[in-house]
């Protein structure tokens, strides 16, 4: 939900270590002003290789307010059948 008191623009992406099997979209927008509608972020994983622990951490910007939100995400795979 959005926290700040005017829009702010975001950016969101995962880190260099998290696995690629992760996703999520949007990837970047603008975050309504508090009590607003909320921003609705889809995280996707599509597991590859295989059966496995991973793991991501998806980092949400607000480069005009100095904020940054982390997110960890893990899963066990089935592998590649």
């Not at 998290?18 to 972020?41: A, H, I, L, Q, Y």
């Amino acid at each position: 939900e959005p926290v700040c008191m005017g829009f702010e623009d975001f950016y969101a992406g995962f880190t260099s270590e998290s696995d690629k099997g992760f996703t999520c979209e949007p990837t970047f927008g603008r975050m309504d002003r508090k009590n607003g509608d909320p921003v609705v972020m889809k995280v996707s994983f599509k597991p590859t290789g295989p059966a496995r622990s991973v793991e991501a951490t998806l980092c949400v910007v607000l480069p005009d307010d100095g904020e940054q939100w982390t997110f960890n995400f893990k899963a066990n795979t089935m592998g590649d059948n």
